[in-house]
Structure formats: structure tokens, C-alpha cells
């Protein structure tokens, strides 16, 4: 670093000096002069608050947030900002007098200090370097008449320290009495361990994050006229001074000159003009560039002479179609999963990021001085995210797993938002065995990679507890809370929800309690088997469930009923409801008043896979259930998955769960915008809902009279780029039957199986696998969803051939039990302790024969 520093005195009008000391190193800037217009708008600064200075504690951090690199403050000031400003951002201004006096907390908490001497002695001012060890000294004499000689900088910086030298001691002109050259200034500590005395110097683009473009020479001659001109100079061993592009036009631009860590070596920093910095007309000495600098040289090539047509042309003439892909591929870096996949959605995102700076001038210099004024801010933003990303985000741990990319990226076409929003058709009458079954395929969800992702998260839970609940919670929910769980009684002010919206909650309520209360298994089941054997059965209600309700910025009031309800009606002991914190780190007013209708015991503000860690092994503040229930994304059902078969957690859960789906089985008396919406209402969900609609006989007009509905109403509602997607994945089958639309649907065994059909009540009879049937016209599915009585949590993927949907049922379990009369054992014994024998099980025999041996005695 430079043996010295200047002091920015009011009086200097030269901006010629200005601009050479802007090369060189920092400038210290007293607050009173921090704005003149004098300063190089490129000068690094450190400013200088004088002890008389009315500055307060809140006017410094605004001093770093405008740019400056470092502020030096006087000891009354400092000690009431220590601790809030980062201690590399601090100077301590002391007199010489006072070193002493500062404390060893105040010492470790600034980077170093400026000294006010009166003079410079150099072996004193040693010593106080040792006392301020570890940390920068710098040494401002008070009025000096007469500019040091390069042997008090040499010395000063032996002792570890850099002398402050006001700017009107310096010159760009030779050394005389009354100023010296600012080249000797920074020169003054350099050696050379060469015969010919020059200074191996590292010549690197200031416009390719510093790469280095070859390796010169220098002497005090060429690095004076560098710092004065701004140019390239350099020493050749062979032909003396070397002013860079002076024959070739390949000049350079220097934008800083640095000294190594030894005084034996230079760094210039330039902008590099012309073919290149090599002679063979490359850019640099060591071959071609690559990555970001290279992307960026093709970019600004393509921007002058991309040839019409070119996919590449279009994107700097089409903004439009600019903007589309950026928000695309930020999109799906957000949804990679794994680190080939981040860094191939990284490159794609960043492809097209740079072609957006490149159209508008923007280099990849621009971006670092950027990054770097905002890394010297010390306020930060708060960092939530806007009102239209909120809206479209979800508060889940991750989005659905991408397939693995191609080696090489190949930018997607533009989405045709004038395309038809249409389904795939089939004929079920012309596809083979194999394309049936293709037909009836859902994607594969890899459930060992996404186990293997959620189990680092669940062990932290299980071994953290509530430290590592809330450090997840910050990190995947983004929200910082002191606690997570809520309990009863609930703030009023928590559950403030609109009349209207409260009245459809009450409503729902009572109809799904109705029908739920009717399932609830109250009577003992009483049977006698034989004479004197009584057999048994009876329900007891789970004693700890946990709830999981997705949503975050989404707000799901009627999940929490479905999950909530059946609990209640059951009879558990204790709810426990999860959901994903909003932004704030409250819980949507609407799920806190459901919550409190189904008498959660607590609520848990968490999401993902430390919400079901949590709810499975329990923490301090988190109950442990015994059961698990609600649907969420792969992180969730992956955990859910992950802790049903760990015997540590010995925890249940309601079933599996994939992507929301709908069968639509429908015939000539359908109405096609009925159908149409019953399809679009499953494929809201997500890009990856499964959306099938089976074709009884259909003629072609209605066919795409249901097809013309899907595309009018999807682009009317707001949701409609997600449908894009999942509608052009979806599938229409044709079959000529009921049988056969059944047979179908049995196979395929949806979700959500919707009837439009001529007799509808009478095809429920063949249904055998299905989470929920709507029946008729007038049976949306979205009544079942909210307030019809049945419950929406249902299985997926497939599953309903072996799960039913939640139930009260489903938060009971059933005991037996057996009384068997003396008489009865009579009549049994025999046969149990022959069976018993048969297996090789003496000791069973035993207990059944020393009680008959009893009553024939007796």
C-alpha cells in the first residue's frame, strides 16, 4: 500500500493533482469539504470529523452509506458509535497526547488511527504502532510549514505507519522546499532487488474484474508520468520509457496503481483501448478471455453486427421479449435443485441479464462499482420482497424438481401468449397397451433424492431444537421471529377478518362438522363369537395431531377447517397447526380465526420440512404429536415421509402426496363451459397439476366448443400463465363409452373425479378409485374444496386405490378386546393350544391349559 496519504486541503484548485492522488490511494476529506465538487467523483475517501464537529451519532452512518470508504472520529464520538459501525469502517482521531487513554474496547472496535502530532518523530511514533498492533496507524502533523522528505515516509512506514500529507504540500512538478512530487510521495518506500532498479508491475483490466492482461516493467520515471497523465507508461528494458498504444492505438486508461504487500512490486489497474494489451493483438498475454468477460466482449460484438434474424438480434430489438426471459429464467433458477442444475440456470439467467446491460450500456465494470457502493452502506434495506412478487410466491421451502439440463444451454423460445391454451388429445380406441399406460402416468417423483435433501433440515430440528427452528425459519420462511408458536386464548386483533369472509368461514364450518360428526365411530362394537367369547371394538381419538396448512402470502382458512374439524369432532387432546409465517411474521387473520373455530391448541409459525421436523420430535416450545395431516409441496412430503419410518419420532401421517388433479369424465350433455371450468379450476394450482378430461362419444364441434372455453376463460383469469403450462401438459382421452371412461378412470384413480353425464348418480356405483366424486352439472369441484361438507385433503398420484381421503376416521384409532368366560375357555382352549402346538409355541399352549387343568379340577 502507499507509504502516504493526502489530506484534501479547500484551498487546492488543481484538478490535475486531484486526479493523479485519485490513482494512487485514498483521499481523507474533512466533513466540512466532503461535498466540494473538487473531489474526483472516482476518489476513494475517508472522512475526517473534526473533535469541534456538531456531527452526531446518526449523522455517520449516513456519511458511509453515501460512499465514503472509512470515517475518522474523534474519541468522544466514537465511543458512542463503536459497535454500530463495522470496526473496518472506523478511524480513531486522537492527539499524540491521548493515546493512552484509549481502552482496549475502543481499540478493538475501530481499524486503526489518525494521530495529530506536532512533529514526526519517528522512533516515538513507533512505539505507538506497537501499542495500536494489528491495526493501522496513520500520523498527521499539525501545520506543517514544509513538505517531509522521502526518508521520514521511508521511515514511517518501517515503523509500520503512513504519514498524512495535506495536498498542498504536493505537486505533480519536481521536488522542491515547498512541495513534494506526488510520485517520490508514493514511491518513497518501493525497492527493487534488480540490477537495472525497475519494478516488476501486474498490468490488469479494470473492466474484467480485474484479469490480468501481461507483466512490464517500471521505473519512478514511468510511474511519475502515469500518475500525472492517467496513462500507460511503462519502463522497456531494451528501448526506454514504453507509453502503451503510442504506435499501435492500444492505449490504456489507468484507473489505480497499487504498491504489494513487500514496497517490491506494482498493480496497474486500466481500461484497456484498441485490439488488445498482447502484441499478437489479444487481450491479454495469457490467452483469450473467458466466462462473464467473454460473454460480455461476444455481447458487445453482437450488439453492432448481429446479423438479422439471429436469435440473439432479436433480443436487443425486442424488449419485450427481453424482459420475458429474464423473468423465465430467474424463474427457474429458483426452482433448481440441484447445484448442476443452479449453475445452468445461473449461466441462462445471467446470459440474458448482461444482454440487458449490454443493450443499455452497462459492462460488467458498471455492475462491480455497483456491488461495491452498496457494499459499503451500513443501513440496509429491510430486503422484503415487492407486492407483486409477494403475491406470487409461495412461503414452501421449494418448487417442483427440474429434470437434469443438457450440457449445453439453448436459449427457449419466447412463450406465444396468441397461442391457443389447448390440451393434448388421444384416442383411447387406437393406443396400444403401452400408450394406455403411458396415458395413465403421472411424473416420477424422486422420493429418495428429495429425502436425502429434507434430512439434513430434520436433523437439525431433531438435534437444535427451537435455535435450529428459528434460524430455518429466517432462512427458508425469510422471516427473523424471537418465537415461533402461538398459543390460546388468540389476540382479537389476530383474527380481524372481513363480515362476509367470516359468515362464508361459519357457514363451511357447520357444514363440514355436520358431515364429519356423522362419521365419528362413538359405538362400541360388540360381537360374540362363540358361546362364552365376547369380541370387541371400540374408538379412541389420537391424542396429538399436528396440522399442516401450506400458505405463507396465501391465505387457506378452508384447510385449516378440513384438517381442523375432524380432529375436533374426534375428540384430540391437542392441535397443533402449522403454517408458513407471512412477510411480517403474522399469520393470515382468516387462518387464525379457523384455527381458533377448530380449538388449535397452538399454532406453529413455520413452513417445510422444519415445521413436519418439528411437529414429529417436538422442541421446547413445540408440542410432538403423533400423527400428521395436510397437504404441501415435495420438502413437505418428503419430510413426512422421512419421519413416519425414523422409531425416534414414532409418528404417523395421513397419506402421500403429489401434484392437485381432476379426471373430468363427460358426454354429449355437458355443458362446455362447465367442463371447461372444472378443468381450469385444478389447473390454477400449479405448472404441474395433472388435468384429464375423458371424452364420452363427444363430436368434434363439442369437443372444441370445450377446447374454445378453456382458452376464453383462461386468459380472463389471473392465473393465466400458470395455465399455459399445466393445460399444455394435460391430456383429452376419447373413449365411446361410460364403461370404458370409467374403466379408465378406475386406473387412473384421481383426486378429484367429476361426473358430467346423462345419468351421473347412477355411474357412482362403478367408481372404485377416487379421492372425491362431484356428481353432475352442478357440483363444482370447488364446492367440495371450501364448504359442501367433504374434505378436500385427498390422496393423489395415484394413491386413492390404496388411501381414502382425510376422514374423522382418520383421527381415531380402534382397540379391541376379548372377555372369555370360564364356559367359553372350555369350548376355545382346545383350539388355541392346538394351533399354538402346531406353531411350536409351548409357552402359549401352556397359558391355555393350566386354566383348563384348573376347571376340571375345580
Not at 486541503?9 to 490535475?16: E, F
Not at 412463450?415 to 397397451?433: C, E, F, K, W
Not at 391437542?574 to 412477510?583: G, K, N, Y
Not at 363427460?666 to 405448472?687: I, K, R, W, Y
Request: net charge negative; aromatic share 4%; proline share 6%.
Amino acid at each position: 500500500m502507499s507509504a502516504f496519504l493526502p489530506l484534501f486541503d479547500a484551498d487546492l484548485g488543481d484538478q490535475a493533482l486531484l486526479g493523479a492522488l485519485a490513482r494512487i490511494g485514498p483521499l481523507i476529506v474533512p466533513y466540512s469539504l466532503k461535498d466540494s465538487s473538487s473531489i474526483p467523483q472516482n476518489a476513494s475517501r475517508y472522512i475526517l470529523v473534526d473533535r469541534d464537529s456538531s456531527l452526531g451519532v446518526d449523522g455517520v452512518v449516513p456519511i458511509l452509506d453515501q460512499g465514503a470508504d472509512k470515517v475518522i472520529l474523534p474519541l468522544t464520538l466514537a465511543k458512542d458509535i463503536i459497535g454500530t459501525v463495522p470496526a473496518e469502517r472506523l478511524l480513531l482521531l486522537l492527539d499524540v497526547a491521548n493515546v493512552s487513554a484509549v481502552s482496549d474496547k475502543i481499540r478493538s472496535g475501530v481499524s486503526g488511527v489518525l494521530i495529530k502530532t506536532p512533529s514526526v518523530d519517528v522512533d516515538f511514533i513507533g512505539s505507538v504502532s506497537r501499542f495500536f498492533a494489528g491495526s493501522s496507524v496513520h500520523v498527521l502533523p499539525v501545520s506543517p510549514s514544509e513538505p517531509p522528505s522521502r526518508s521520514t515516509i521511508r521511515g514511517l512506514a518501517g515503523a509500520g505507519t503512513v504519514l498524512v500529507i495535506p495536498t498542498t504540500l504536493l505537486t505533480l512538478s519536481p521536488t522542491d522546499a515547498k512541495q513534494l512530487n506526488v510520485a517520490d510521495a508514493f514511491l518513497a518506500n518501493i525497492t527493487s532487488d534488480r540490477p537495472d532498479g525497475l519494478f516488476p508491475t501486474v498490468v490488469s483490466s479494470h473492466l474484467e474484474g480485474e484479469r490480468t492482461l501481461g507483466l512490464v516493467y517500471s521505473s519512478i520515471e514511468s510511474v511519475r508520468e502515469s500518475i500525472a497523465t492517467g496513462k500507460g507508461v511503462y519502463q522497456s528494458r531494451k528501448h526506454g520509457l514504453w507509453r502503451k498504444g503510442e504506435t499501435s492505438g492500444a492505449t490504456q486508461d489507468v484507473v489505480r496503481i497499487r504498491l504489494d504487500c513487500d514496497s517490491d512490486a506494482l498493480e496497474f489497474s486500466v481500461v484497456q483501448h484498441g485490439a488488445g494489451f498482447c502484441h499478437l493483438d489479444r487481450p491479454s498475454c495469457f490467452g483469450e478471455t473467458s466466462g462473464l468477460s467473454a460473454l460480455e466482449r461476444t455481447l458487445q460484438s453482437r450488439l453492432e453486427s448481429a446479423p438479422q434474424g439471429s436469435y440473439t438480434r432479436r433480443l436487443f430489438s425486442d424488449p419485450e421479449l427481453l424482459s420475458s426471459k429474464i423473468m423465465e429464467e430467474a424463474d427457474e433458477l429458483c426452482r433448481a435443485e440441484t447445484k448442476e442444475e443452479v449453475a445452468f440456470e445461473a449461466a441462462d439467467l445471467l446470459y440474458f441479464a448482461l444482454t440487458r446491460c449490454v443493450a443499455a450500456g452497462v459492462g460488467i465494470a458498471d455492475i462491480e462499482r455497483s456491488l461495491d457502493t452498496k457494499a459499503k452502506k451500513i443501513s440496509r434495506r429491510a430486503g422484503n420482497t415487492k407486492p407483486q412478487w409477494t403475491q406470487k410466491a409461495t412461503a414452501e421451502t421449494s418448487a417442483a424438481p427440474k429434470p437434469t439440463p443438457v450440457s449445453v444451454p439453448t436459449p427457449a423460445p419466447a412463450v406465444d401468449v396468441n397461442a391457443p391454451i389447448r390440451m393434448r388429445t388421444y384416442d383411447l380406441a387406437a393406443a396400444s397397451p403401452t400408450e394406455r399406460a403411458q396415458l395413465l402416468r403421472r411424473p416420477v417423483l424422486k422420493s429418495d433424492e428429495m429425502i436425502a435433501k429434507v434430512k439434513p433440515i430434520v436433523d437439525d430440528v431433531r438435534t437444535r431444537g427451537d435455535a435450529a427452528l428459528l434460524e430455518l425459519t429466517a432462512k427458508f420462511d425469510r422471516v427473523q421471529l424471537d418465537a415461533t408458536v402461538i398459543r390460546p386464548p388468540f389476540a382479537p386483533e389476530t383474527m380481524q377478518i372481513a363480515d362476509d369472509v367470516r359468515a362464508a368461514i361459519d357457514a363451511a364450518y357447520a357444514n363440514i362438522r355436520k358431515f364429519h360428526q356423522a362419521q365419528a365411530d362413538q359405538d362400541t362394537l360388540v360381537v360374540e363369537t362363540m358361546p362364552g367369547v365376547v369380541c370387541s371394538r371400540f374408538a379412541r381419538p389420537i391424542a396429538r395431531v399436528g396440522l399442516y396448512v401450506p400458505g405463507g402470502t396465501a391465505i387457506l382458512p378452508s384447510t385449516a377447517l378440513m384438517l381442523g374439524i375432524p380432529a375436533q369432532v374426534a375428540g384430540c387432546r391437542e392441535i397443533v397447526l402449522a403454517t408458513p409465517p407471512r412477510p411480517d411474521g403474522s399469520i393470515s387473520p382468516e387462518v387464525m380465526y379457523a384455527a381458533q373455530l377448530v380449538g388449535a391448541s397452538a399454532i406453529l409459525k413455520a413452513g417445510g420440512a422444519q415445521a413436519v421436523a418439528a411437529l414429529a420430535f417436538g422442541t421446547a416450545s413445540v408440542p410432538k404429536v403423533d400423527k400428521i395431516f395436510g397437504p404441501g409441496n415435495q420438502w413437505v412430503t418428503a419430510a413426512k415421509m422421512l419421519v413416519q419410518n425414523d422409531t425416534d419420532a414414532l409418528v404417523a401421517i395421513d397419506m402421500p402426496a403429489g401434484p392437485s388433479e381432476v379426471l373430468v369424465i363427460a358426454d354429449h350433455t355437458c355443458n362446455p363451459a362447465f367442463v371447461a371450468a372444472d378443468l381450469l379450476s385444478q389447473a390454477e394450482h400449479g405448472v404441474d397439476s395433472q388435468v384429464v378430461l375423458v371424452a364420452v362419444a363427444l363430436s368434434a364441434d363439442r369437443l372444441a366448443a370445450i377446447e374454445a372455453e378453456v382458452d376464453a376463460q383462461a386468459r380472463a383469469l389471473p392465473r393465466v400463465a400458470i395455465m399455459r403450462e399445466s393445460v399444455a401438459k394435460s391430456i383429452i382421452v376419447k373413449t365411446s363409452t361410460v364403461a370404458e371412461a370409467l374403466a379408465f378412470s378406475n386406473d387412473y384413480a384421481p383426486e378429484h373425479l367429476i361426473l358430467h353425464l346423462e345419468d351421473a348418480p347412477g355411474a357412482v356405483a362403478a367408481v372404485e378409485n377416487a379421492g372425491s366424486v362431484f356428481v353432475g352439472p352442478f357440483s363444482p369441484e370447488s364446492c367440495g374444496d371450501y364448504a359442501s361438507g367433504t374434505n378436500h385433503t385427498l390422496p393423489t398420484n395415484g394413491y386413492a386405490r390404496q388411501f381414502s381421503g382425510v376422514n374423522t376416521l382418520s383421527f381415531q384409532k380402534h382397540i379391541t378386546s376379548q372377555e372369555v368366560t370360564a364356559e367359553g375357555l372350555k369350548g376355545l382352549g382346545p383350539i388355541v393350544a392346538t394351533l399354538a402346538d402346531c406353531e411350536g409355541l409351548g409357552a402359549h399352549a401352556n397359558a391355555v391349559r393350566i386354566r383348563l387343568q384348573a376347571l376340571n379340577q375345580s
